[in-house]
């Protein structure tokens, strides 16, 4: 039977192992915290355009395809492009991601801002009542809506057509419809011109370009555009596309265009920009007017540089677990994999060589009571009376006691049994050296 206290030994033992569990998961956690990326946030922000616009209809598929995988896409109203940028800018609007045409921004305006790549052509669109064939000259005195302030077409129509003087703003009347209203106000005569940027699959778009009183303008020196302005595009909307009968258009149009980035802030999760790259590819990558099946998204940074995680994207696809496991599975087991890997890495040489040193820690709490009795042994053949060999007896009664009451793992006990042993022959020999006058 165990004694008292071996029975506090044991326990001692067991508090001070339970102590180092303790602090051995507190460290995990802690270095979980510090070292391991956060969990992908289960709900996102992404700039919506007005009603009737081809972003509005865009970003709502953006919205269905993330709710597959429990990730909800909140659509945050704005005017425009420019609008937009501003709130991905500033961290506290709570905007993480935006469909943006080029020529909206820079890289030094916008250093918080990545692209994942460009997504779709978005048209600088001239419709007219016949206005701009009436007129050899700067449109005067014109109800022209460039659309609302804040939006690239706003920006876009006086930067571009301002200067190159087809647009007078001195007499004409800018407004700030969207495309829409643009649209209903043209049909119905109220203004005489509309220009705005959308693409080609725009509800705003088509009413217009079905329209019979309503005409589509080519841009004149599209080239010219093309070369002052690398972010822009030329392309051709070929003689009746929309009508092959009357035909419709009745001659080719030469049109101007940039291409729509998906924009997010640097600091969104990379597990969602790959959930954003995947929508992408199936919202954007299918055949269409101006461009080729899989020709979108492409892997172009026109006015910000391409995110690190798009571009491995572009080349080897999505990560191999987020490609074979649902979101937030393949998203735990990265997490655990990366604390996996630096811990294996830590923790192998402790293994490998933790069972030496627990070996050589038990043999020594054994072996420090022999060279104690090896000490008593050597100073006892030198004692000078019996008065100290009786001395000598009584330390190797008490180290015998030391022994018995050691507690000690099953495997050592045959070392502590030996030593007991031995200690009863160096006293028999202690004995032996008394003088028999005693």
Same mark, same amino acid.
């Not at 265009?257 to 969104?268: E, F, N």
């Not at 995110?307 to 994207?313: G, L, T």
């Not at 677990?321 to 997490?335: D, E, G, I, M």
């Given at each position: 039977?165990?004694?008292?206290?071996?029975? !506090?030994? +044991?326990?001692?033992?067991?508090?001070?192992?339970?102590?180092? =569990?303790?602090? @051995?998961?507190?460290? @995990?956690?802690?270095?979980?915290?510090?070292?391991?990326?956060?969990?992908?946030?289960? +709900?996102?922000?992404?700039?919506i355009y007005p009603e009737g616009s081809f972003n509005a209809g865009i970003v709502k598929r953006y919205r269905e395809i993330l709710a597959r995988d429990g990730v909800e896409l909140k659509t945050v109203l704005s005017p425009g492009a420019v609008e937009s940028m501003a709130r991905l800018r500033d961290a506290k609007s709570g905007t993480n991601i935006a469909l943006v045409p080029g020529g909206t921004t820079t890289e030094q305006d916008s250093p918080e801002l990545v692209s994942l790549g460009t997504m779709y052509y978005r048209v600088l669109w001239i419709f007219s009542r016949g206005h701009f064939r009436q007129h050899h000259g700067p449109l005067r005195g014109l109800r022209i809506s460039i659309g609302p302030e804040g939006s690239s077409s706003h920006a876009l129509a006086l930067k571009l057509l301002?200067?190159?003087?087809?647009?007078?703003?001195?007499?004409?009347? *800018?407004?700030?419809?969207t495309p829409s209203e643009s649209a209903q106000k043209l049909i119905g005569g109220e203004i005489d011109a509309a220009i705005f940027?959308?693409?080609?699959?725009?509800?705003?778009?088509?009413?217009?370009?079905?329209?019979?009183?309503?005409?589509?303008?080519?841009?004149?020196?599209?080239?010219?555009?093309?070369? %002052?302005?690398?972010?822009?595009?030329?392309? =051709?909307?070929?003689t009746g596309v929309v009508d092959m009968a009357e035909p419709r258009p009745p001659a080719d149009? @030469?049109?101007?265009? +940039?291409?729509?980035?998906?924009? =997010?802030?640097?600091?969104?999760?990379?597990?969602?920009?790959? %959930?954003?790259?995947?929508?992408?590819?199936?919202?954007?990558? +299918?055949?269409?007017?101006?461009?080729?099946?899989?020709?979108f998204p492409a892997a172009e940074s026109i006015d *910000?540089?391409?995110?690190?995680?798009?571009?491995?994207?572009?080349?080897?696809?999505?990560?191999? %677990?987020?490609?074979?496991?649902? !979101?937030? %599975?393949? =998203?735990?087991?990265?997490?655990? *994999?990366i604390l996996l890997i630096p811990l294996v890495a830590v923790l192998f040489p402790v293994f490998r060589f933790a069972p030496p040193v627990y070996d050589w820690l038990e043999r020594r709490r054994v072996y420090k009571l022999y060279t104690e009795l090896r000490h008593i042994e050597d100073k006892m053949f030198f004692a000078a009376s019996d008065s100290t060999q009786m001395e000598f007896i009584e330390r190797l009664d008490r180290l015998k006691d030391r022994a018995s009451r050691l507690s000690v793992p099953i495997p050592y006990k045959p070392h502590v049994y030996a030593l007991r042993v031995y200690i009863d022959m160096v006293r028999r020999e202690a004995e032996k050296l008394i003088s028999p006058e005693r």
């Open positions: 039977m165990k004694t008292r206290r071996q029975t !506090f030994v +044991t326990r001692r033992k067991q508090l001070v192992l339970s102590f180092g =569990v303790l602090a @051995l998961v507190v460290l @995990l956690i802690w270095f979980g915290e510090a070292l391991l990326p956060p969990m992908p946030p289960r +709900t996102v922000a992404m700039a301002g200067p190159a003087g087809m647009i007078d703003r001195n007499s004409a009347t *800018l407004l700030t419809l940027l959308d693409a080609w699959e725009s509800p705003a778009v088509q009413q217009l370009l079905n329209n019979k009183d309503v005409e589509l303008e080519s841009i004149q020196r599209a080239d010219a555009f093309v070369a %002052l302005y690398p972010y822009l595009d030329k392309l =051709v909307l070929p149009v @030469l049109l101007i265009a +940039t291409k729509s980035s998906l924009v =997010v802030r640097k600091d969104l999760h990379p597990a969602i920009q790959y %959930l954003l790259l995947e929508a992408a590819v199936e919202i954007h990558s +299918t055949p269409g007017m101006f461009r080729t099946a899989g020709q *910000l540089p391409l995110s690190s995680h798009a571009r491995d994207f572009y080349k080897t696809g999505p990560p191999f %677990l987020q490609r074979h496991l649902p !979101f937030w %599975l393949a =998203v735990f087991l990265k997490q655990a *994999l």
